[in-house]
């Protein structure tokens, strides 16, 4: 029998430009992303915004199918596919949009397509692998998360804010403060897959990594 995984089973990776960035759109980013934005807001619902932490709480009342899952994990322990590949298409969509706005991407975020982003996360069988009872809990279980995310978070603008200067003057987006970004996205994505979106039990790690 094989030893369980010691890898997280939420992943998110973004692929590092293989050539300059774009320039002009980096400058102007505040206002090309304002489109997708307005159709992600469509989506989730309105007052959209990118703060990881408020971010979770948003999904609850909006496009993501939050509360009805939480439901029939509690009384059926069911939580039906088309459901969470709606919540996972959905979240790809957001943290593409999220990713143009930090500037790891020069793409324009699509739809419905990959693109450069890759976001994983394994369909769970609510039955065996997720407690019915642990989803009435869980937000008050990630706090601790909560409380690093506002200062990580915080971080992750000024390496934003640092890289949009050496994009403009080199092409480049520093390697060291690209995977920092990525890394706090994966933290955000790994907290929200666990108390909000449900498609784990395991506890999320304080990590940056993959």
């Keep these: 029998m094989d030893a369980p995984s010691s890898r997280y089973p939420v992943s998110l ?9 774009d320039r002009l759109s980096t400058f102007f980013r505040i206002f090309a992303i304002v489109p997708i934005a307005v159709i992600l807001a469509l989506l989730i619902g309105s007052g959209w915004h990118s703060e990881g932490v408020r971010r979770g709480i948003e999904y609850a009342t909006a496009g993501f199918a939050v509360a009805p899952t939480l439901l029939l994990i509690l009384f059926r322990r069911k939580y039906p596919r088309w459901w969470f590949d709606w919540n996972l298409n959905l979240n790809r969509f957001l943290f593409r949009v999220s990713a143009y706005g930090a500037l790891l991407r020069d ?13 994983e996360v394994p369909y ?5 692998e997720l407690n019915r009872w642990l989803p009435l809990v869980k ?8 409380f690093v995310l506002v200062f990580i978070d915080l971080a992750a603008y000024v390496c934003v804010f640092i890289a949009w200067f050496a994009i ?6 520093p390697r060291g403060l690209f995977d920092f970004v990525v890394g706090v996205m994966r933290w955000q994505a790994r907290v929200v897959w666990y108390a909000v979106l449900l498609s784990t039990d395991r506890y999320p790690p304080f990590s940056l990594q993959d």
């Design 139 to 146: 937000w008050f279980l990630v706090i601790p998360h909560l």
């Design 168 to 173: 403009l003057f080199t092409g480049r987006y």
């Design 107 to 119: 793409e324009y975020p699509s739809t419905d397509e990959e693109q450069a982003l890759h976001l």
């Design 13 to 21: 990776t973004v692929d590092y430009p293989d050539r300059p960035l």
């Design 124 to 128: 769970p069988d609510a039955k065996t």
